[in-house]
């Protein structure tokens, strides 16, 4: 498999799991709080940002990968006062972009910049790109998601984080 298409197959299924752990949340926590504004103020410390940008910022590295190989710009989403349906959609519909994205490989070898506030732009290959700055990332803000979940009383465990590997895992025990 190629290098984008495989970061693609990441991205969506991560997302994936994202989405189990959303509809979880959904049902079993803050039951009296049918808008889930309980979940939507959470945070891991008075300086990080609150549950709603970690969902959207693990979107928009798949947002930002999207916008590169097309040249276009950035499909943004303001987390800021979003509802938690509208997480939930966002993940939906980034999902759907992803799939829908074709993977131009050339783009893995071509200089790509990384702009980062108040920092000098770098210049990456696509390929550095994506492993040292989009999926660190992306992994941090759905940990981050994860975690606050889980401190909350929500019983997540490791697969719930690890659901893409639910096929391989039924088809190893189908084989014995």
Not at 88 to 116: M, N, P
Not at 147 to 167: I, M, N
């Amino acid at each position: 498999m190629s290098i984008i298409q495989r970061n693609f197959d990441i991205l969506r299924t991560r997302l994936i799991s994202l989405k189990g752990m959303l509809e979880r949340a959904e049902t079993e926590l803050f039951r009296d709080d049918p808008e889930k504004k309980g979940i939507l103020a959470l945070r891991v410390a008075p300086d990080m940002q609150p549950f709603p940008y970690q969902i959207s910022t693990a979107c928009r590295q798949a947002e930002l990968l999207i916008a590169k190989l097309n040249d276009a710009p950035l499909r943004e989403f303001s987390s800021e006062g979003a509802t938690f349906q509208a997480l939930k959609t966002h993940v939906d519909e980034t999902i759907a972009r992803i799939e829908a994205q074709s993977a131009d490989e050339a783009f893995a070898a071509a200089d790509t910049t990384l702009e980062i506030p108040n920092f000098p732009t770098l210049t990456l290959t696509g390929e550095e790109y994506i492993d040292d700055w989009l999926m660190p990332n992306f992994y941090f803000h759905i940990v981050t998601a994860y975690g606050l979940l889980r401190a909350q009383g929500l019983g997540l465990g490791k697969s719930d984080f690890l659901t893409h590997l639910r096929p391989r895992i039924a088809a190893a025990m189908a084989n014995t």
